[in-house]
């Protein structure tokens, strides 16, 4: 199974990204997808997960500004992320099921 996550980049204090994640797999409509991050010198977290009949939790540190979505038709899970922090610089990652992982893509908040 490959995931493909992009949008990753810099943007100022404030800003707006949004991240994708897409795969191939025939399951990706029938299973739970998540977004992790890494931050430098920190453990991995958990950010955002949307299951598959679309129920969606957030980290608090995150609630209010990103959101998650999921298009099946497409095979693409979204991490719409807005009122970017300097404390959101992080790899992201996707994951699958809590089973497969994505490459990452880095968030970079600064002025």
């Known amino acids: 199974v490959q995931l493909q996550a992009y949008g990753g980049g810099l943007v100022q204090p404030g800003g707006s990204l949004r991240l994708s994640c897409k795969t191939s797999?025939?399951?990706?409509?029938?299973?739970?997808m998540y977004w992790y991050r890494r931050a430098p010198g920190r453990e991995r977290e958990l950010v955002a997960n949307i299951s598959s009949g679309g129920r969606t939790d957030y980290a608090d540190a995150v609630k209010g500004r990103f959101t998650i979505s999921r298009d099946n038709r497409n095979k693409t899970v979204y991490l719409q992320m807005s009122g970017l922090k300097v404390e959101d610089t992080a790899v992201y990652y996707c994951?699958?099921?809590?089973?497969?992982w994505g490459q990452g893509t880095l968030v970079t908040v600064s002025s």
């Open positions: 797999a025939a399951i990706f409509s029938r299973i739970g």
């Open positions: 994951n699958m099921g809590q089973r497969f």
